[in-house]
């Protein structure tokens, strides 16, 4: 389903606006799994750091950030390189100033990227639990919001030089990425990775000799209950996606609810499979992050692809993850607790490779390759190199004392469970 | 060796660039985008491995 994009009519522009309103629910969601997938002591800080950054994020992207994410008012900054235009950043106002006075298409683009961003600056935000600091993780926050986010939503999106390989190159409709499967989830993903190598890993996860310590998340309830909150957000990201970059028409778009149905469904019972097989019994936190993954994925294809499709695409993100979940830890000792690389970055790669795949028009998958690309060879060293430099500024580490009492009582003074006791850390003594 | 991954993938993002400007044709195109994006795999490989904690890599 890919259509030249029309003109916004009222009727449209509401039911898109109404979409844009539910889709916070996907940060909510997500924020409550990081919560959950945490420990009980670091639990507040988990979920107020949620809030802080993003309210740090949309801060910078209003001042700074929309500048340059945005084409839809000007016409971009555009490089000439070999007789090709290369448009690498928006040219919309400092400040959003003009925005009552913009395109319907271009206000809702704008919502669009704001909520996206609130997606993406949570993701990393979980894999930093338990030992990452709030004024770190609202730096990092300014930092994707300012100079990573807006560009790549703008290539993306914004009729970038991502989005114009097709009538560069003729590579198909040029990058597609309707559900933000790119820009939001393969972005925070890699973010995440980044923030775990510039972290390491928590205290006692890694014993210099055995396997890897197993520190479970305290809230399960949280995490299920999370995924089904945002289960409600990417369908709205998904539906209004496909209106805002597709140019879909509203009777479009159960099929697109349906294929992200469908691609949830398929990977949370691919993921049930092999766990039960696996361990004997199926594991909660797993089959909630391969539910998320098939989300994820989904947001990628979910107005490309046939319902069919979107099963087989749901089936091997389920499959990956309890395999790459395990991958990283074991093999690899990244310790990820909410597992976002798995998760968000490798479901988010995958959806974008299938949306390639299976597109009717020749050249699609070379130009999803190409943003596969982008973001593996162009962004993931960016934002490590800016991570690694913002660290020696605001170091993102707690002391030691700080993640042995853990980060509720050294950051914020209290604990989110004060009438409980919480257990303490036999692998620091 | 983190760093030395990481400089690495910039190359192989270079690459698959270079190939859809330089090759019209598309077997040679999408031979050398699939090139570029083994030179970023091996460059994460390498990174990820320099990013392990000492006493585990073996």
New interface residues.
């Given amino acids: 389903m890919i259509v030249t994009s029309p003109s916004l009519s009222e009727s449209d522009f509401n039911l898109a606006f109404v979409l844009l309103l539910l889709a916070p629910l996907a940060p909510a969601g997500v924020a409550l799994l990081n919560t959950g997938l945490g420990r009980a002591r670091s639990a507040a800080q988990a979920l107020l750091g949620s809030l802080v950054v993003v309210a740090a994020a949309v801060l910078i992207f209003a001042l700074i950030g929309a500048t340059y994410a945005d084409s839809w008012i000007g016409v971009g900054h555009v490089a000439q390189?070999?007789g090709?235009r290369w448009n690498w950043a928006g040219t919309g106002p400092w400040f959003l100033s003009g925005f009552d006075t913009s395109s319907a298409r271009a206000q809702l683009a704008t919502l669009f990227e704001f909520l996206a961003l609130t997606l993406a600056v949570l993701i990393p935000w979980g894999s930093g639990a338990d030992r990452w600091r709030l004024s770190a993780g609202a730096a990092t926050a300014t930092v994707l919001a300012a100079l990573v986010f807006p560009f790549f939503a703008h290539w993306a999106w914004g009729g970038g030089w991502l989005a114009q390989?097709g009538a560069n190159?003729g590579?198909g409709a040029g990058f597609l990425d309707p559900g933000g499967a790119a820009s939001v989830h393969v972005l925070g993903g890699l973010s995440a990775l980044t923030i775990i190598?510039i972290l390491?890993?928590r205290r006692g996860k890694?014993p210099?000799e055995g396997l890897a310590t197993a520190m479970p998340g305290h809230h399960v309830v949280y995490v299920l209950f999370g995924c089904l909150v945002a289960f409600i957000g990417f369908l709205a990201f998904n539906a209004a996606g496909a209106m805002i970059w597709l140019g879909a028409a509203p009777s479009q778009l159960p099929r697109t609810a349906i294929d992200t149905l469908l691609s949830a469904a398929a990977a949370l019972a691919a993921t049930f499979v092999m766990t039960r097989i696996r361990f004997g019994k199926p594991d909660a936190s797993l089959c909630a992050n391969g539910w998320l993954a098939g989300l994820v994925t989904s947001s990628a294809c979910s107005s490309l692809v046939s319902p069919i499709e979107a099963i087989f695409t749901g089936i091997v993100a389920g499959i990956g993850i309890p395999l790459l979940v395990e991958f990283l830890e074991l093999a690899?000792?990244?310790d990820d607790p909410s597992g976002a690389i798995s998760v968000h970055a490798a479901s988010g790669l995958w959806g974008i490779i299938a949306a390639g795949l299976f597109a009717p028009q020749?050249?699609q998958l070379?130009a999803q390759?190409?943003g596969?690309?982008?973001l593996?060879?162009?962004i993931?060293?960016v934002v490590?190199?800016l991570f690694a430099l913002l660290n020696r500024i605001v170091p993102f580490r707690v002391d030691s004392d700080g993640e042995r009492v853990g980060m509720d009582l050294h950051e914020l003074g209290g604990g989110a469970y004060p009438e409980f006791v919480i257990h303490r850390d036999d692998s620091y003594r | 060796m983190k760093y030395a991954g990481l400089l690495v993938m910039p190359a192989g993002f270079f690459l698959s660039i270079a190939a859809i400007l330089l090759f019209p044709a598309s077997p040679s195109r999408a031979a050398f985008v699939a090139c570029g994006l083994a030179v970023e795999a091996m460059g994460l490989v390498v990174a990820i491995r320099g990013h392990m904690p000492g006493d585990r890599r073996s």
């Fill in positions: 390189i070999a090709k390989l190159f590579l190598w390491g890993p890694f210099k690899v000792s990244i020749p050249g070379l390759l190409i596969v690309a982008t593996l060879g162009l993931l060293p490590y190199l």
